[in-house]
């Protein structure tokens, strides 16, 4: 029997049922876009708050973003651009001029959307080497630009069905077969090619941005996935007045007013295949049932909500990557402060606070609301996200944490009272998380946070993919394809939808 969806004019034969596990990127658009695509999806996300590591908390009268902050893909035949265009949904947002400053051993480098300021501000800083950093970087837009072509048609890698086929076409070009013999090399070949391996102050900068990016630095990082973080920040960097969160609230108003079922705090603790559908048991002791499951979760979460009957069934790329890849995690400093910043102060800026640049817990990227941004915090005021990467390992224990703790709050204050002098003095509030807050406020397993590190090895061709291996169980987020950040999470959510309609969406 056939009807059409009040929400959507396209005949269907049958509403599929679908429940989604978790608000974040990947889970919250491959709900919008099913739903508004005539299914029946119920998401279900345990914390109190939606969009998990791209949420928020308040305290008092400030806001703070959980984790994500810096925004990108807003453009319109951009990634998320594409993805509110479908749902009719729209935020808040400034294109950034200046995108961010990165300081280097006390040098300042700003991260310039305009290319030509970017390229002649490096002639300034390096101009024995100006020539060889302007051919580095044009190669990298250049390259760039043919991968970006083909992500943004939210291809997979490697195609499974027609839809996916059509998507990898779709971005293909003259220049795209450039790229095969670069999918396995890392991005120290470019410097390496380019005379630039002892260029200090760069390879400084390029690791530091891709650190935050990518997980990883310029020695290890993938070419491509690298060439590509480098030149997103001038194409689609963006300022979400209020932060990410508003994005994912409005996909949660898009789902809702579509007819789709949202439900917090509701835990799903166990999921189960019973024959052709799927049952998910929550806290509360509900059981949902749907013909599928979207998981919005780290792989190693993924793994434990199963039983061993259905484990063993997923894909053994997904088990292996389960245990040998390793994540970073994070501790994070929250500070609500009266505005001694200064109207000309960066929104974004990354800093050193160690003697090792690059070592456990000494890179900091610092987020800054806009003044004028009353969402984040009140008149005279700003809310400020600062995080660093730290080695899961030395945080193992409450003395260790402890320890941590304590010396990376001091250095981080320390290091913005020299940026903003009367800093230490103008916080209104403050607050920190390690690991272990990370895991218990995200439920993230011990608190990796990020995805996996974008090196040979674990992206493009070799990055899980979305099936898991089992008939009506997919996977999306930031630790399958294609990867870390906003884009490549609500990425694996439009390739999770398109699996579930087997038909193009955007």
């Not at 390096?126 to 943004?152: C, G, T, Y």
């Not at 909500?305 to 259905?310: A, H, S, V």
């Amino acid at each position: 029997m056939k009807h059409t969806h009040p929400h959507n004019k396209t005949e269907v034969k049958a509403l599929k049922k679908i429940i989604v596990i978790g608000s974040g990127y990947g889970g919250v658009t491959a709900a919008a876009l099913l739903q508004k695509s005539g299914c029946s999806v119920t998401l279900l996300e345990a914390a109190a708050e939606w969009g998990g590591c791209a949420g928020k908390f308040q305290r008092r009268k400030f806001v703070f973003p959980v984790g994500a902050t810096l925004a990108m893909g807003l453009n319109n035949d951009s990634i998320h651009g594409k993805i509110n265009r479908f749902l009719e949904i729209n935020v808040e947002a400034f294109r950034l001029s200046t995108v961010m400053d990165v300081t280097v051993n006390n040098e300042t480098i700003k991260y310039y959307s305009n290319k030509e300021s970017f390229l002649q501000m490096w002639r300034k800083k390096l101009p024995a080497s100006a020539d060889k950093v302007e051919a580095f970087f044009r190669e990298v837009w250049f390259l760039s630009a043919i991968l970006q072509k083909h992500m943004n048609e939210f291809p997979v890698i490697y195609p499974h069905t027609y839809q996916e086929t059509a998507a990898l076409l779709r971005g293909m070009s003259r220049n795209s077969l450039r790229l095969l013999p670069l999918r396995n090399k890392s991005f120290k070949y470019m410097l390496k090619k380019h005379g630039l391996t002892e260029e200090y102050m760069l390879r400084e900068f390029l690791d530091n941005v891709l650190m935050d990016s990518l997980q990883t630095t310029s020695d290890k990082c993938s070419l491509l996935m690298g060439a590509a973080a480098l030149d997103i920040y001038h194409e689609d960097a963006w300022y979400i007045e209020g932060g990410h969160y508003r994005l994912i609230e409005k996909m949660i108003e898009s789902l809702k007013d579509n007819g789709g079922q949202v439900l917090k705090p509701r835990k799903a603790l166990e999921v189960e295949k019973n024959g052709k559908m799927w049952s998910v048991k929550d806290h509360r002791g509900n059981v949902h049932e749907a013909e599928h499951v979207i998981l919005n979760m780290p792989l190693s979460n993924a793994e434990k909500i199963l039983n061993e009957k259905d484990r063993s069934s997923l894909k053994k790329k997904l088990r292996y990557a389960v245990s040998d890849r390793e994540q970073w995690g994070a501790f994070s400093l929250y500070f609500g402060i009266k505005d001694v910043m200064g109207e000309n102060a960066p929104l974004f800026q990354q800093f050193t606070a160690g003697e090792n640049s690059l070592s456990d817990s000494s890179h900091f990227f610092v987020s800054a609301s806009a003044s004028e941004d009353r969402r984040r915090a009140p008149e005279g005021h700003r809310s400020l996200t600062i995080s660093t990467h730290v080695d899961l390992k030395n945080w193992s224990t409450k003395e260790m944490y402890d320890k941590k703790s304590s010396k990376l709050k001091q250095q981080v204050k320390s290091r913005l009272e020299k940026a903003y002098p009367g800093f230490q003095d103008s916080i209104v509030y403050e607050i920190t998380g390690g690991p272990s807050a990370w895991e218990r406020f995200t439920l993230r397993m011990d608190g990796g946070v990020g995805g996996f590190p974008q090196i040979p090895g674990y992206s493009l061709t070799d990055a899980v993919s979305h099936r898991s291996g089992i008939k009506g169980l997919w996977i999306c987020g930031d630790t399958v394809f294609p990867g870390a950040g906003s884009i490549g999470a609500a990425s694996s959510g439009v390739h999770t939808a398109r699996s579930i309609l087997k038909r193009r969406i955007l």
